[in-house]
């Protein structure tokens, strides 16, 4: 059985480069690594993607209701799902999950965020990770990122309050999942330099 490893953090906080060089640093040491993110390429996925680019308005309810039905597909699909690779014995390393339905939806104040928690650690399709990074950023440098290198803002990068107080979220469930449900979860410091940041992630892994 491989590991299943999840990274999250703010639009913009260097999630891609820190995966591109951890799975490459593992593949040079001869192991099996599959890479993935959510939202999926499902047909659920490619709807919350319409949803985040701000071209249909959802409800949060729902919102949190299809990242939910993309993560079952996510982890189940027999072909290519992350049980599947997990029991091929690959390293699956994953861009965002339920962590980012818990802040972002469970703590947007507009749902009910105990009602999230059960859909997602109360589902038991719903693989755990056996290590979640976070990488902190100053939610001002990531709007900076995603301001120079993107021409469209997603739903959930509007403005530097609305990020700050997804990165408060962050921290709340972070906690709550450490301490009462056992998560083995890193916060990183990713204000630091690229590869002290890398060194920092290998050595945990
Ligand atoms: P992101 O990592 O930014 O992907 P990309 O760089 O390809 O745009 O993730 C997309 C957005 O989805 C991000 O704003 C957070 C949001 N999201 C949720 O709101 N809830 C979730 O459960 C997940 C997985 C993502």
Partial sequence: MGKFIVFEGLDGSGKSSQIEILSETLRS???SVYVTAEP???VT????RQILSQSIEKDMHLQAALFLADRIEHVTDPQNGIKKYLDDGYTVICDRYYYSSLAYQGKSGKCDFDWVLELNLGCD?????DICFFLDVNPKSCKNRIDRTRDNVELYEKSVELMDNTRRGFAEVLS???KEYGHNIVCIDANDDIDNISKEIIKHV
């Avoid at 996925?45 to 919350?48: A, I, T």
């Avoid at 399709?125 to 990770?129: D, E």
């Fill in 29 to 31: 040491r001869g192991e």
């Fill in 40 to 42: 999926t390429d499902s």
């Fill in 45 to 48: 996925g490619k709807y919350l």
């Fill in 125 to 129: 399709k719903i693989l755990k990770p």
């Fill in 176 to 178: 709550l999942l450490k």
